[in-house]
């Protein structure tokens, strides 16, 4: 059974650029959840796709974007970076809406 | 709304000694508490979590917690810690398990173990 997987692993982006993260639920997960955690902070919920519609968004603007594809894999994608977009991206994968979640490795994430 | 305070943001507990990891909840209705450990550059794994029924639930590797309403509290607890322990973890609460409500977490405190 294959984890939950994100790619890239770090990523360093200059102030305006956009950026797309990546993720692969694991197997049998239907839906796929985002959160950001920046450096001494715990992670906060960006959003949650659920067979390939926004099931819900946390307080994050809406340069924030994403899609889920048929196979239920998922992508975040930010548009016009900004410093305190500096953060670890986390994607996590459950059987179902906020059910438990099984989180991938993460995203490390620099503005410059 | 939900939140989440987790009182120490750093614990350092000497080898084989115990130590207790607390953890605050707020919420107007009825919740659902985990824990989280994150390693160093890793993701989050679940230790354990409070769904229902026993107030206190154990995780495979020793750690424990109860959940205790009138002091709206779920302190994670280990009598006897050893040096793998190192890691952040997290306290989580999310509304409800009906699938409409976010995970929100504190922000962490960070379990050193001294040999």
């Known amino acids: 059974e294959t984890g939950v997987t994100q790619s890239p692993t770090h990523l360093i982006k200059t102030r305006g650029q956009q950026v797309t993260l990546r993720c692969s639920s694991q197997?049998?997960?239907?839906?796929v959840s985002w959160y950001q955690q920046a450096l001494g902070q715990g992670p906060q919920f960006i959003f949650q796709y659920y067979r390939e519609e926004e099931n819900g968004r946390g307080n994050f603007p809406p340069r924030f974007s994403g899609l889920q594809f048929p196979n239920y894999s998922s992508e975040l994608n930010v548009n016009a970076l900004e410093l305190d977009d500096s953060a670890l991206y986390l994607c996590?994968?459950?059987?179902?809406?906020?059910?438990?979640?099984?989180f991938g490795p993460g995203t490390r994430l620099t503005v410059t | 709304a939900q939140s989440v305070t987790q009182l120490d943001s750093q614990v350092p507990v000497f080898e084989e000694a115990p130590v207790e990891l607390r953890c605050n909840y707020s919420s107007s209705v009825s919740v659902y508490l985990f824990w989280y450990v994150q390693y160093p550059n890793q993701g989050l794994q679940l230790l354990l979590k409070?769904?229902?029924?026993?107030?206190l639930v154990e995780s495979i590797n020793g750690f424990e917690a109860e959940f205790n309403k009138s002091q709206t509290s779920f302190h994670l607890r280990k009598p006897s810690v050893h040096i793998s322990d190192t890691a952040e973890y997290f306290c989580?609460?999310?509304?409800?398990?009906?699938?409409?409500?976010?995970?929100?977490f504190g922000k962490g405190t960070r379990l050193s173990v001294i040999a």
């Open positions: 409070y769904l229902s029924g026993s107030t």
């Open positions: 996590a994968s459950s059987n179902g809406p906020f059910y438990e979640q099984y």
């Open positions: 197997s049998g997960h239907n839906t």
């Open positions: 989580a609460v999310s509304a409800d398990n009906s699938g409409n409500t976010p995970l929100v």
